[in-house]
């Protein structure tokens, strides 16, 4: 099955300054790349995506890019700010063949913004 | 709109006991899913419909059964809880699937299995 792997599992960065965030998955098969936004006891939102015939989408502060030889998207945020401070998950879709393709998520990166 | 809804937001159950979690939503949408989220683990795929009447298998269904009698309501079953089954469950919908359409999120029921 899929396999996503997300790194780094913390990132601290100023405020101001830019971050980003890398995910690496299996199957090739996989066609569409969600990122999550969670923050503490809330449910996740979905804040930007991708899918596999992009290879980059932005919104604003936020921008997605994506690799599909080498099988890798990375979240990246801008001139970041207090607000931006979650957990951030990756996903990718999950080939089924009842047609109704799950997510399988990455493990996530708690993002702290220094002010 | 109320979006997707979950009942209960809190159970605290014993060891053997059942239970059922239940997911409503009211935005029409066909395809409904649960996830369960560990800490350090993400979300993984329990179990996911593609219409009434229909459910299958997600990542780790083992230990849990659904069913989808309505189009609007998702229904987790726990048989015979066990302590590896304490987490955070997460339901889900989209208009179809998921890979061209937004997966909405229910606000979690907390389930801590003595």
């Known amino acids: 099955g899929e396999n996503v792997e997300q790194h780094p599992s913390t990132l601290s960065v100023q405020e101001g300054d830019s971050a980003v965030i890398k995910c690496t998955y299996s199957d090739s098969a996989s066609n569409y790349f969600p990122w999550y936004k969670q923050e503490l006891g809330k449910r996740p939102q979905l804040i930007i995506d991708?899918?596999?015939?992009?290879g980059e989408k932005k919104d604003q502060r936020i921008a997605v890019t994506l690799n599909k030889t080498a099988k890798h998207f990375s979240l990246h945020i801008t001139e970041t700010q207090p607000e931006d401070s979650a957990v951030y998950f990756c996903?990718?879709?999950?080939?089924?063949?009842?047609?109704?393709?799950?997510?399988?998520f990455g493990k996530g990166t708690h993002l702290i913004i220094q002010p | 709109n109320a979006g997707v809804t979950q009942t209960p937001k809190f159970r605290v159950l014993k060891t053997g006991q059942s239970m059922t979690l239940l997911c409503a939503q009211d935005?029409?949408?066909?395809?409904m899913y649960w996830y369960r989220q560990d800490p350090g683990m993400g979300l993984r795929l329990i179990h996911y419909?593609?219409?009434?009447?229909?459910?299958a298998k997600g990542e780790v269904p083992d230990g849990y059964n659904v069913s989808r009698l309505k189009k609007q309501n998702f229904l987790l079953g726990l048989e015979s809880a066990a302590p590896s089954q304490t987490s955070v469950y997460f339901c889900?919908?989209?208009?179809?699937?998921?890979?061209?359409?937004?997966?909405?999120f229910g606000p979690g029921t907390r389930l801590t299995v003595l």
């Open positions: 996903a990718a879709s999950i080939r089924s063949g009842g047609g109704a393709d799950g997510l399988t």
């Open positions: 419909s593609v219409g009434e009447g229909t459910t």
């Open positions: 991708i899918r596999s015939n992009v």
């Open positions: 889900a919908s989209s208009r179809t699937s998921f890979s061209y359409n937004e997966q909405f």
């Open positions: 935005m029409n949408h066909e395809y």
